[in-house]
């Protein structure tokens, strides 16, 4: 560029500015949006009330979703994904009282375990909890069908002898052999006698106890080998676990204590219960 030339362009910026002209200004950058949280999805789904917005909520949040919680997540991380899980449920009550009908028609055909097994296997997620805007048709289904289950699993197991009589205070009197089997024994009787258990799901848990008591005899032999009782009792150790979450689910209090695995060649003992502070 030649001096001229520089000449002429200060000339016309002076000019412009004398005019009341300015400067051009530098492009303004918006700022990006801030990013969507796993309390803004529950805030969207719980605001749901259909599928098709539960569906618009899961295409809106992909991302989260898409960043599932690890195994260790904090408490209010858990919380919020399982409130996402409720207001979807709540959501989608139409489609999920279809699923219940077809549940109890599926069940109700089963003439043994294995039938029911299978069926209890394809809808799963019916046995994880239903919500509370569920009509009362649709929840006379899902007991319907627990009954025809728990039918289903008599029909293909005939009781032992004895088992017609057999109570879950009976339970807590069992002993096994192994100190673990005998402790799974009372928190499953406790369990059993949790009026807020359907009667259908007692039945059928209560057979497949004696059917457990049954292949259990062979425990009590001295002669059983040390690995035999050791895979026992990791067995009971977590069907006990199993069987407290359970409890603690439907809100049934019970007063047995799991047992603390123990070490080989330990017998095992039952976790101490926390004592009161002195203040």
């Given at each position: 560029?030649?001096?001229?030339?520089?000449?002429?362009?200060?000339?016309?910026?002076?000019?412009?500015?004398?005019?009341?002209?300015?400067?051009?200004?530098?492009?303004?950058?918006?700022?990006?949006?801030?990013?969507?949280?796993l309390?803004?999805?529950?805030?969207?789904?719980?605001?749901?009330?259909?599928?098709?917005?539960?569906?618009?909520?899961?295409?809106?949040f992909?991302?989260v979703?898409?960043?599932?919680?690890?195994?260790?997540?904090?408490?209010?991380?858990?919380?919020?994904?399982?409130?996402v899980?409720?207001?979807e449920?709540?959501?989608?009550?139409?489609?999920?009282?279809?699923?219940?009908?077809?549940?109890?028609?599926?069940?109700?055909?089963?003439?043994?375990?294995?039938?029911?097994?299978?069926?209890?296997?394809?809808?799963?997620?019916?046995?994880?909890?239903?919500?509370?805007?569920l009509?009362?048709?649709?929840?006379?289904?899902?007991?319907?069908?627990?009954?025809?289950?728990?039918?289903?699993?008599?029909?293909?197991?005939?009781a032992?002898?004895?088992?017609?009589?057999?109570?879950?205070?009976?339970?807590?009197?069992?002993?096994?052999?192994?100190?673990?089997?005998?402790?799974?024994?009372?928190?499953?009787?406790?369990?059993?006698?949790?009026?807020?258990?359907?009667?259908?799901?007692?039945?059928?848990?209560?057979?497949?106890?004696v059917?457990?008591?049954?292949?259990?005899?062979?425990?009590?032999?001295?002669?059983?080998p040390?690995?035999?009782?050791?895979?026992?009792?990791?067995?009971c150790?977590?069907?006990?676990?199993?069987?407290?979450?359970?409890a603690?689910?439907?809100?049934?209090?019970?007063?047995?204590?799991?047992m603390?695995?123990?070490?080989?060649?330990k017998?095992?003992?039952?976790?101490?219960k926390?004592?009161?502070?002195?203040?």
């Open positions: 560029m030649t001096t001229t030339t520089k000449l002429s362009t200060l000339l016309l910026l002076v000019s412009a500015f004398a005019c009341g002209g300015s400067p051009p200004q530098p492009a303004k950058v918006e700022a990006p949006p801030p990013a969507r949280t309390a803004d999805e529950t805030d969207a789904m719980c605001a749901c009330k259909d599928p098709a917005c539960a569906d618009r909520v899961h295409r809106d992909a991302d979703d898409h960043a599932a919680a690890p195994k260790d997540a904090p408490p209010h991380v858990v919380a919020l994904q399982d409130e899980a409720r207001c449920q709540v959501a989608r009550v139409e489609e999920l009282e279809k699923q219940l009908f077809t549940l109890e028609s599926e069940m109700c055909a089963c003439k043994d375990a294995a039938c029911a097994d299978h069926v209890r296997h394809e809808h799963d997620a019916l046995f994880k909890g239903l919500p509370p805007n009509s009362a048709v649709a929840t006379a289904a899902f007991h319907h069908a627990a009954e025809c289950m728990g039918d289903a699993a008599r029909a293909s197991s005939p032992p002898d004895g088992s017609a009589t057999l109570t879950p205070a009976d339970l807590a009197k069992v002993e096994t052999g192994v100190p673990e089997c005998n402790a799974f024994m009372r928190t499953f009787g406790e369990y059993m006698a949790c009026d807020k258990l359907p009667q259908a799901a007692k039945d059928g848990s209560m057979q497949g106890a059917q457990m008591l049954e292949g259990w005899k062979s425990l009590r032999d001295p002669n059983v040390a690995e035999a009782r050791k895979a026992a009792a990791d067995a150790h977590q069907a006990s676990d199993a069987v407290l979450q359970s603690k689910a439907l809100g049934c209090a019970l007063a047995s204590q799991p603390q695995q123990a070490e080989p060649g017998p095992a003992t039952t976790k101490p926390a004592k009161p502070r002195r203040h």
